[in-house]
């Protein structure tokens, strides 16, 4: 029989807790709440709020209910063809973002690289995309770009009706994802005045509320998009310094292992490797 809960702290409690975060917005109070019930994956998640909701009733909010309807799209693999679709739809919005405000026109110069499980080809539920272009503002002034491409993504990504509706690139963020921005001068601040390493401080530019992401600084979408075929699946979106552009492909197509290993090799060594 399944145990009505785990103790805290336990292995067993530590990979419950990795099999119910692996749906967008939920994190660690939430899953941990869940595990306290006897509720260990998502599909004793759906199943219990099927009949009625009995253990995780008073948990979830409107936005973890709604995405648990479609947990098993966002929990599956993700095909090539679902990656070729999301990453033409990225360039197709941020081609339609000026660049610089004197030059209207579509702008040709972005790159956008696939990176994370999917590039190491290894089997994944989520698309990393990493968006540059050389003729961004360089260093710290990117606040609102990210933001701006959502926008004209629209109803490719959930949450999007509204911002479109209103028109609005401000109202692109909703409880259906998260957009962190506004963190790249707070490092170059760190760096300038103390010296600190910018992997000193992990929790900037994290992804919080159950939107994990790597430990950097860079401007970040953590959302779902939604496919032609009218299937959910995640989607990471970060905006990169065209110079940043090799040592974020490192960071964000992994493995952990291989990072950690790559920057102990730099430390040996006198010097230092970070995603930046």
């Given at each position: 029989a399944r145990p009505s809960s785990f103790p805290l702290g336990t292995i067993d409690e530590a990979a419950a807790q990795s099999r119910l975060r692996k749906l967008p917005s939920l994190g660690a109070n939430t899953a941990r709440k869940l595990i306290a019930r006897g509720i260990m994956t998502l599909p004793d998640l759906a199943e219990d709020v099927r009949q009625g909701g009995a253990a995780s009733g008073e948990v979830l909010n409107p936005t973890q209910l709604s995405c648990l309807g479609w947990y098993q799209e966002l929990t599956e693999g993700v095909t090539a063809g679902e990656v070729e679709e999301m990453q033409a739809a990225v360039l197709d919005a941020a081609q339609r973002y000026a660049v610089t405000r004197s030059n209207p026109d579509p702008?040709?110069?972005?790159?956008?690289?696939?990176?994370?499980?999917?590039?190491?080809?290894?089997?994944s539920h989520d698309a990393d995309f990493l968006l540059a272009n050389p003729r961004l503002p360089k260093g710290e002034d990117l606040n609102g770009i990210l933001r701006n491409i959502l926008f004209k993504l629209g109803n490719k990504v959930m949450g999007g009706d509204a911002a479109v509706e209103?028109?609005?690139?401000?109202?692109?963020?909703t409880s259906f994802h998260k957009v962190s921005e506004g963190n790249m001068p707070k490092m170059w601040r760190r760096l300038n005045e103390k010296g600190v390493k910018p992997d000193d401080d992990a929790g900037l530019g994290g992804g919080g509320q159950g939107f994990r992401g790597n430990a950097d600084y860079y401007d970040k979408f953590y959302g779902i998009f939604c496919t032609a075929a009218g299937k959910h699946r995640r989607i990471d979106i970060v905006l990169v310094p065209y110079e940043q552009l090799p040592f974020a492909m490192i960071g964000w197509t992994g493995s952990k292992q291989y990072n950690r290993w790559?920057?102990?090799?730099?430390?040996?060594?006198?010097?230092y490797l970070s995603s930046h």
């Amino acid at each position: 029989a399944r145990p009505s809960s785990f103790p805290l702290g336990t292995i067993d409690e530590a990979a419950a807790q990795s099999r119910l975060r692996k749906l967008p917005s939920l994190g660690a109070n939430t899953a941990r709440k869940l595990i306290a019930r006897g509720i260990m994956t998502l599909p004793d998640l759906a199943e219990d709020v099927r009949q009625g909701g009995a253990a995780s009733g008073e948990v979830l909010n409107p936005t973890q209910l709604s995405c648990l309807g479609w947990y098993q799209e966002l929990t599956e693999g993700v095909t090539a063809g679902e990656v070729e679709e999301m990453q033409a739809a990225v360039l197709d919005a941020a081609q339609r973002y000026a660049v610089t405000r004197s030059n209207p026109d579509p702008d040709l110069g972005w790159e956008i690289i696939a990176v994370g499980g999917g590039r190491r080809s290894d089997a994944s539920h989520d698309a990393d995309f990493l968006l540059a272009n050389p003729r961004l503002p360089k260093g710290e002034d990117l606040n609102g770009i990210l933001r701006n491409i959502l926008f004209k993504l629209g109803n490719k990504v959930m949450g999007g009706d509204a911002a479109v509706e209103q028109e609005d690139a401000a109202e692109v963020d909703t409880s259906f994802h998260k957009v962190s921005e506004g963190n790249m001068p707070k490092m170059w601040r760190r760096l300038n005045e103390k010296g600190v390493k910018p992997d000193d401080d992990a929790g900037l530019g994290g992804g919080g509320q159950g939107f994990r992401g790597n430990a950097d600084y860079y401007d970040k979408f953590y959302g779902i998009f939604c496919t032609a075929a009218g299937k959910h699946r995640r989607i990471d979106i970060v905006l990169v310094p065209y110079e940043q552009l090799p040592f974020a492909m490192i960071g964000w197509t992994g493995s952990k292992q291989y990072n950690r290993w790559m920057r102990q090799h730099a430390s040996d060594r006198g010097m230092y490797l970070s995603s930046h």
